[in-house]
């Protein structure tokens, strides 16, 4: 297939582009740096304009994508793949962002465990050292077309990475994740994502929706193993369905073991009369939990409408903006 010739103005740079792979990816191989945080089309910072030229969506539902975004021949170039030649308006980085450094690597599958009915941790081996910050998290190329976000629940520094996922049958990538066989390699970009752990002097709140529990996971093996933060009170929100979902609690109480001043607090929709933790959603835990909302520093990730309501609780009690660090998976 035609690879295309992609110009940015002003200046004149350009890159070629091969068909089928999204223009922000090709531009970063090139040695071309375009503004961009999430990677997958939810916070609207690679939106740049179309000046000439033809392209496809890889994702014309993203989060990030607006009604008046055609009409001003405006696309997100995370998830916008080349036609023709192209055009594009934007200003360049000098270089990539310290913690925005995203690399390809050749990621194989040597093991999976199955955590509940439909929840696996799936454990790749890199080509080389992965790199990345606790709470990022890597893209994953599944099949043609079609790329995923998966938050890594291990630290750096070797050469594995570690995803806590979900199975849903009717959907396009997690069939493909869950099919696959040790031995078998994926292309993995990474790392994407702003919501790793800032210097603060404020308590932490960690909240984690179903398998969003994987980058939090991830926050508080740093926490603990790395001794971040000495002297910070931790809080860990950890919300499921049912009691059985909580796939990752047992690691989460062997951490909080080994730091004072860390505590755990489950929380689930539907529970035994025997259960003693919180019940109904996770924000309701928070309000019940936190007499002052906005006293903490808080990283979140879960499903769209678990972080929403986070975020309009949080809002609401005049939490600022600069206080919240989140990821929102759909």
Known sequence: MQDFNVKIQ???ASFTARPGQPLLAEARRA???????CGWGSCGLCKLKLLKGSVSSLFPQAPAVKEKDSRQGKILVCQTTACSDLELQTELLP???PELVTLDYQATLIETEELFTGIKLFRFKLDRTASFLPGQYAMLWLEPGVRRAYSMANLPGTQVVEFVAKHFPAGRASPRLF???????VLLEMPFGAAYLQETQR???LAAGGTG???ILGLVRELVVRERMPGRGIKVFYGSRMVEELACIEELYRLAALRPGLEIIPVVMTAPDSWEGERGLITE?????LPDLTIYEYYMSGPPPMIQAALDMLFSASVSVLQIHYDSFG
Do not use: W
Request: proline fraction near 10%; charge should be negative; charged fraction near 20%.
């Open 10 to 12: 002003p200046g004149g």
């Open 31 to 37: 040695g071309i740096y375009l503004t961009f945080e």
């Open 95 to 97: 270089a990539p962002l």
């Open 179 to 185: 099919e696959l066989k040790p031995g078998e390699t």
């Open 203 to 205: 308590d932490l709140v």
């Open 213 to 215: 529990i994987s980058s």
């Open 285 to 289: 835990a928070m309000l019940r939990q």
